[in-house]
């Protein structure tokens, strides 16, 4: 069973069709949430970390929110240069290190 | 702002050689972590190390090894390789103990022919 599930796999949005991707976990213990941008054949890019149920945090048209079961990532006015895969990671646990990620969501931002 | 540095960018090797890979944390980012991303696939923990120590460890086939330097730097050595080791590989630094933000470099595409 995957902890942690995204979705949908791919979405295709207008310019400034606003949307909510999603992101539920089933880990036990969640040290923390974090959201990442990646673009192809680059390096996943840093956007959130969310620790606690009830957090929120938002950077120019981003928004990410988490409950205790997911998070959702609130893209307001989209543009196209937002066009790239969204993952989300998860990390369990006191004393461990690794993030599990999710599959992504492959978001294209048509203008 | 200074970033992860991953040494080389682009590596192709035949089956059975040995490949090397480099990664410069962030200045002052004392853990250092390496994954693993296949074509289409989310990235995959390979190991990570904190004040130079192993501090994790997931799905890192015996035939990879890796060590973090007293300058923090880390390489990740895999010898005897397999077609299926072909990826991207990545390095992502952090300052301090897991929690914190973890930030990637631009990652190391492994071709094995």
């Known amino acids: 069973e995957d902890q942690v599930t995204q979705s949908p796999e791919a979405l295709r949005l207008q310019e400034g069709e606003s949307s909510s991707l999603n992101c539920s976990y089933t880990v036990s213990g969640l040290r923390g949430l974090f959201w990442y941008r990646q673009d192809p054949g680059k390096g996943p890019e840093f956007l959130f970390t969310?620790?606690?149920a009830g957090e929120e945090k938002e950077k120019e048209r981003l928004k990410a929110t988490l409950t205790k079961k997911e998070s959702f990532l609130h893209i307001t006015a989209p543009k196209p240069e937002d066009s790239a895969t969204y993952l989300c990671a998860v990390q369990e646990g006191a004393g461990s290190y690794q993030l599990t990620f999710g599959k992504g969501t492959k978001l294209s931002v048509i203008p | 702002a200074a970033g992860v540095i991953q040494s080389p960018r682009h590596l192709i090797k035949e089956k059975r050689e040995t490949a090397t890979l480099k990664c410069y944390p962030i200045?002052?980012?004392?853990?250092v972590y390496w994954y693993q991303q296949g074509p289409g696939q989310d990235p995959q923990f390979l190991i990570s190390f904190y004040e130079k120590m192993q501090s994790d460890k997931g799905s890192i086939p015996d035939r990879f090894s890796a060590q973090q330097f007293s300058d923090y730097h880390s390489e990740l050595n895999m010898s005897s390789l397999e077609l299926g080791d072909s990826a991207l590989y990545f390095c992502?630094?952090?300052f301090g103990t897991g929690g914190s933000e973890a930030f990637f470099g631009q990652g190391t595409r492994l071709t094995v022919v």
């Open positions: 992502a630094s952090s």
């Open positions: 200045p002052r980012h004392d853990t």
């Open positions: 969310l620790y606690s």
